[in-house]
């Protein structure tokens, strides 16, 4: 299901995701069934990003009714080798049963 942009309820679409910590792009697709914005990547694999860096936007090229985004940081690019690297939110709450918040500006770091 294709969403629209905010003006039809859906205000997470095309909205900036943000690097949640320091980091090496290890793989990147574009125009795939996926929750980025097709054509929103701005890095490849290999380039490094700061956190509050802006990789991408929020999209729903994918399979859902909604924009969302799902994230993990492991230790190591190799899904069968890697661990979980444990992260925890700062500043801001997770939303749970159809709650919504806003992030404060200064929740994050501004991106260099």
Known sequence: MACGPPERGLPAFG?????VADGTVVHVEDGQRDHLSRGSPAVR?????VAGQEPAR???SGNSSEPHVHFQLMDGPDLDTA??????????GV???GETFDVPADAY???A
């Open 15 to 19: 909205a900036p995701l943000l690097a």
């Open 45 to 49: 694999a290999g380039d490094r990003v």
């Open 58 to 60: 929020c999209g729903n």
């Open 83 to 92: 661990r979980g690297v444990p992260f925890t939110w700062r500043g801001v």
């Open 95 to 97: 939303p749970g049963n």
């Open 109 to 111: 770091p501004a991106a």
